[in-house]
């Protein structure tokens, strides 16, 4: 399973941006989801979570109201739509993918995803 992120870039703080997912190999349909980001000196943190069937979805507090996940099961893809952004989104955004039972505690954790992509760069100036 390979997973490949892109579309981050450059935007001003209130600006709207999608993160898109392109996920190859096993059947795309039965992996959990989620996105996560991470900063210079700091750990990888959630951001959100979307089940396999696209029946429940998490989402970080930071960006709950704000960011909307989904998923397209045939097109193996799964996005990140980030509205009202804000200086402090800036980040590296990673897709992950995760053979497991879904639930909102566990959606969150990092060990739960055995797939990750390479990362895309988000960056919000003020």
């Known amino acids: 399973v390979q997973l490949q992120a892109f579309g981050g870039g450059l935007v001003q703080a209130g600006d709207s941006l999608t993160l898109s997912c392109a996920i190859t190999?096993?059947?795309?349909?039965?992996?959990?989801t989620g996105w996560f980001r991470q900063t210079p000196g700091k750990e990888r943190e959630f951001v959100a979570s979307?089940?396999?069937?696209?029946?429940?979805?998490y989402y970080a507090d930071s960006v709950k109201g704000r960011f909307t996940i989904s998923r397209d099961n045939d097109k193996n893809t799964e996005y990140l739509q980030m509205n009202s952004l804000k200086p402090g989104d800036t980040a590296v955004y990673y897709c992950?993918?995760?053979?497991?039972?879904?639930?909102?505690?566990?959606?969150?954790?990092?060990?739960?995803?055995?797939?990750w992509g390479q990362g895309t760069l988000v960056t919000v100036s003020s």
């Open positions: 979307l089940s396999n069937i696209n029946e429940y979805s």
């Open positions: 190999g096993r059947a795309f349909r039965t992996y959990a």
């Open positions: 992950a993918a995760g053979d497991y039972e879904w639930a909102a505690g566990r959606a969150m954790l990092r060990r739960m995803y055995s797939y």
